[in-house]
């Protein structure tokens, strides 16, 4: 398999997920602005959509959409628990952390990182943001994971949005229970491995 990355972008969440996999997978960078891999290759040939993450599968096929990808490597590894079987209670709730991940925190970050928007149109994500830790850090109360005890690939996802938070200076300190959460999930071997595989370890 290959992952088209860019460093430090929602990719690093299925890179997490492989590392967590025990997978074997290539690691390809993509350069967002270009459109081009570091070869010099068009990136728009291998996926028209032109953003990361991608995964190259080995039949040929590419796979596109982060929470899409996640649940695929995880299925490919069945006995690493990354994922709740398919068709069970705790599958649809692994489902809707990364729908919620993905729509209320993934597409609020969007616009802070467009330097076409103004501070005020910028605050408004930030309170709008802000609103959405504030749940996650509820949900999290008593639980090691967001599905209690075992890491699943949504943990992945939501660490890079908290990663996120912290690059836009965006305070979480009163969240405990949220804070507490990012340390135990960077401290995990395989998070720690593909920060430093991306070249992020200084900001971990």
Same mark, same amino acid.
């Given at each position: ?53 991608? !995964? /190259?599968?080995?039949? %040929?096929? $590419? ?7 996640? =649940?695929?490597?995880? *299925? ?21 952390? !990364? /729908?919620?991940?993905? %729509?209320? $925190? ?7 990182? =467009?330097?076409?928007? *103004? ?22 109360? /008593? ?62």
């Amino acid at each position: 398999m290959k992952l088209y990355y860019s460093p430090g972008a929602c990719s690093l969440s299925p890179h997490i997920a492989l590392l967590e996999a025990g997978l074997p997978y290539d690691l390809v960078k993509v350069d967002l602005k270009a459109k081009k891999l570091e070869n010099g290759d068009d990136y728009l040939a291998i996926n028209p959509k032109g953003q990361v993450p991608a !995964l /190259g599968l080995d039949s %040929g096929d $590419l796979v596109t959409e982060g929470p899409v990808i996640v =649940q695929y490597i995880a *299925d490919q590894a069945a006995a690493k628990n990354l994922a709740p079987a398919n068709g069970s209670d705790a599958r649809r709730q692994l489902q809707e952390y !990364l /729908g919620f991940i993905n %729509g209320e $925190l993934h597409k609020n970050f969007s616009p802070l990182f =467009q330097p076409v928007f *103004d501070d005020e149109v910028k605050g408004f994500f930030r309170t709008r943001l802000m609103g959405k830790f504030k749940y996650l850090d509820g949900q999290l109360a /008593g639980k090691d994971y967001l599905l209690g005890k075992d890491f699943s690939v949504a943990d992945g996802y939501l660490f890079v949005m908290l990663k996120w938070a912290d690059r836009m200076s965006i305070d979480l300190s009163e969240f405990k229970n949220l804070m507490a959460y990012k340390d135990r999930v960077a401290a995990r071997p395989q998070v720690q491995a593909a920060l430093e595989k991306e070249g992020l370890m200084k900001a971990a």
